[in-house]
């Protein structure tokens, strides 16, 4: 540990209290590796404050002694960002203490909530006051509030309500300095120059700390139903898509795309799940329609699909009798990257493009992969609707874990992002960039763009003691040979 780094432990120990330093290496270790066991870093404390008052003194602090900090939420990242580095250069701030649910206003549908607030705990509370917050994702019961904005975390709900930066109306952060950010009102109009708000949202803590955030909150879903059905190619699920908006608006709000190898994993691996249908179709569909009336959900639904089947974009259809088998459709969609991975190695890639391309590039790219790199088989599985897949390339039977992502799975990766940017898309349509995709992003991105998020960086952050290696770097990478 540097000197810097023993002078801030011992500032916070003496401002902050025994509960907001954490060095004992068995409490610490579960937070120096990342959700998918990817990466793996140092770090001589966890620093946890439990006010906005003292996450300032200790980024304040952190700024005047020169350490790295590395902003922490649930550790959910997918791609690394909350992992500190592997030179234990930096101490984790952790955000989990900051976990009040200041204000729900059902009225104004606004709920104001500290960083350290779970997701699971708002939905709680929001259903509580007659109203819902409407983003959910499978780490529901672990990401927290800051990790979600940070990262403009997505879900299964964005066909409807969008990202989570469509959700946020305020934020409070303290920003590298030490200085605090105050936005948390909800301003319908606001026009004095650059949105900081919503630079914050995505920057995966590059640029400061959020700290709590005024969201957006919708009424209490009245009426649910929840439909499975089988189809015969992605470019038929797009179709029974349009054709469902076509007749309901803004009814439906999760259409998920899952593969017949997916399921087969599910129902392989995942103890307790059973097929919906009784056929084999190659592809499925998971629909959720939500009505505002009692009872108003299943006999819609029913009809949109009864209608699919008559005009051929679905051959088999089932609709959940209640929410148990409701909850146990969704299961097998959210169990997909826990059956794949326990199959073997799994290179997971979560990426975009325009929505009525994705069915085209669903296969062509499968094509592609498979063929350039003979035995690994893809799925592609997740919203359609938002043009968004999680596409995954999987090692053959046997395969050696390491050896296998060594010398197949990064070149996959590289030719898995060089077609999504052929096609227009994202190489990060949910899951952000942290470090696992930082030098794709370079690789890829045009000369401005990354010029322009570095000059963001250095002009908030110009000594990068704000998640030092994520995102972006103020020194550009080298060229890959």
């Given at each position: 540990?540097?000197?810097?780094?023993?002078?801030?432990?011992?500032?916070?120990?003496?401002?902050?209290?025994?509960?907001?330093?954490?060095?004992?290496?068995?409490?610490?270790?579960?937070?120096?590796?990342?959700?998918?066991?990817?990466?793996?870093?140092?770090?001589?404390?966890?620093?946890?404050?439990?006010?906005?008052?003292?996450?300032?003194?200790?980024?304040?602090?952190?700024?005047?002694?020169?350490?790295?900090?590395?902003?922490?939420?649930?550790?959910?990242?997918?791609?690394?960002?909350?992992?500190?580095?592997?030179?234990?250069?930096?101490?984790?701030?952790?955000?989990?203490?900051?976990?009040?649910?200041?204000?729900?206003?059902?009225?104004?549908?606004?709920?104001?909530?500290?960083?350290?607030?779970?997701?699971?705990?708002?939905?709680?509370?929001?259903?509580?006051?007659?109203?819902?917050?409407?983003?959910?994702?499978?780490?529901?019961?672990?990401?927290?509030?800051?990790?979600?904005?940070?990262?403009?975390?997505?879900?299964?709900?964005?066909?409807?309500?969008?990202?989570?930066?469509?959700?946020?109306?305020?934020?409070?952060?303290?920003?590298?300095?030490?200085?605090?950010?105050?936005?948390?009102?909800?301003?319908?109009?606001?026009n004095r120059g650059y949105d900081l708000d919503h630079l914050l949202v995505g920057a995966e803590g590059t640029l400061g700390v959020v700290?709590?955030?005024?969201?957006?909150?919708?009424?209490?879903?009245?009426?649910?139903?929840?439909?499975?059905?089988?189809?015969?190619?992605?470019?038929?699920?797009?179709?029974?898509?349009?054709?469902?908006?076509?007749?309901?608006?803004?009814?439906?709000?999760?259409?998920?795309?899952?593969?017949?190898?997916?399921?087969?994993?599910?129902?392989?691996?995942?103890?307790?799940?059973?097929?919906?249908?009784?056929?084999?179709?190659?592809?499925?569909?998971?629909?959720?329609?939500?009505?505002?009336?009692?009872?108003?959900?299943?006999?819609?639904?029913?009809?949109?699909?009864?209608?699919?089947?008559?005009?051929?974009?679905?051959?088999?259809?089932?609709?959940?009798?209640?929410?148990?088998?409701?909850?146990?459709?969704?299961?097998?969609?959210?169990?997909?990257?826990?059956?794949?991975?326990?199959?073997?190695?799994?290179?997971?890639?979560?990426?975009?493009?325009?929505?009525?391309?994705?069915?085209?590039?669903?296969?062509?790219?499968?094509?592609?992969?498979?063929?350039?790199?003979?035995?690994?088989?893809?799925?592609?599985?997740?919203?359609l609707g938002d043009g968004n897949v999680h596409f995954h390339v999987n090692a053959p039977p046997g395969a050696d874990p390491?050896?296998?992502?060594?010398?197949?799975?990064?070149?996959?990766?590289?030719?898995?992002?060089?077609?999504?940017?052929?096609?227009?898309?994202?190489?990060?349509?949910?899951?952000?960039?942290?470090?696992?995709?930082?030098?794709?992003?370079?690789?890829?991105?045009?000369?401005?763009?990354?010029?322009?998020?570095?000059?963001?960086?250095?002009?908030?952050?110009?000594?990068?003691?704000?998640?030092?290696?994520?995102?972006?770097?103020?020194?550009?990478?080298?060229?890959?040979?």
């Amino acid at each position: 540990m540097t000197a810097a780094g023993s002078a801030l432990i011992d500032a916070v120990h003496a401002r902050l209290g025994d509960k907001a330093v954490v060095t004992d290496v068995a409490d610490i270790a579960p937070w120096l590796t990342d959700w998918r066991g990817r990466f793996h870093g140092r770090a001589a404390a966890v620093l946890a404050p439990d006010s906005v008052d003292g996450v300032q003194f200790v980024v304040g602090r952190a700024h005047e002694l020169g350490v790295p900090l590395t902003p922490q939420g649930g550790n959910t990242s997918m791609v690394g960002g909350a992992t500190p580095p592997a030179d234990g250069s930096a101490l984790i701030l952790s955000l989990r203490r900051l976990n009040r649910i200041r204000s729900i206003d059902a009225t104004a549908g606004l709920a104001v909530t500290e960083a350290g607030v779970i997701l699971a705990n708002l939905h709680t509370a929001a259903d509580a006051e007659g109203v819902r917050f409407p983003l959910t994702l499978g780490a529901r019961g672990s990401a927290t509030i800051g990790g979600l904005v940070s990262t403009n975390a997505g879900g299964t709900q964005v066909l409807r309500f969008g990202t989570m930066r469509s959700l946020v109306a305020g934020i409070e952060a303290v920003l590298p300095d030490g200085s605090r950010h105050d936005g948390l009102a909800a301003l319908k109009k606001d026009n004095r120059g650059y949105d900081l708000d919503h630079l914050l949202v995505g920057a995966e803590g590059t640029l400061g700390v959020v700290t709590a955030a005024t969201l957006r909150l919708v009424p209490a879903a009245i009426d649910r139903a929840t439909g499975w059905l089988g189809v015969d190619s992605p470019q038929q699920a797009l179709k029974l898509l349009r054709a469902m908006e076509r007749r309901s608006g803004t009814a439906i709000e999760s259409f998920e795309l899952v593969p017949k190898l997916a399921l087969d994993l599910v129902l392989k691996h995942i103890p307790g799940t059973r097929p919906p249908l009784d056929g084999s179709h190659p592809w499925l569909v998971l629909v959720d329609y939500v009505a505002a009336n009692p009872g108003g959900a299943r006999p819609a639904l029913e009809a949109l699909m009864q209608d699919a089947l008559t005009a051929g974009f679905a051959q088999d259809a089932v609709i959940a009798a209640n929410e148990a088998q409701a909850e146990a459709f969704w299961r097998l969609r959210d169990s997909i990257s826990e059956a794949e991975r326990a199959e073997g190695p799994t290179i997971a890639h979560d990426i975009s493009v325009p929505v009525d391309a994705m069915p085209a590039f669903i296969e062509s790219a499968s094509r592609r992969v498979e063929a350039t790199f003979p035995g690994v088989w893809c799925s592609a599985f997740g919203h359609l609707g938002d043009g968004n897949v999680h596409f995954h390339v999987n090692a053959p039977p046997g395969a050696d874990p390491e050896r296998w992502r060594a010398e197949v799975g990064e070149a996959a990766s590289h030719l898995v992002y060089d077609l999504v940017v052929a096609a227009g898309g994202s190489i990060s349509a949910e899951h952000g960039i942290g470090q696992m995709k930082r030098d794709e992003l370079e690789r890829l991105s045009p000369p401005a763009r990354m010029a322009a998020l570095r000059a963001i960086k250095r002009a908030f952050d110009p000594h990068e003691l704000m998640n030092p290696g994520k995102l972006v770097t103020l020194a550009p990478a080298r060229p890959t040979p």
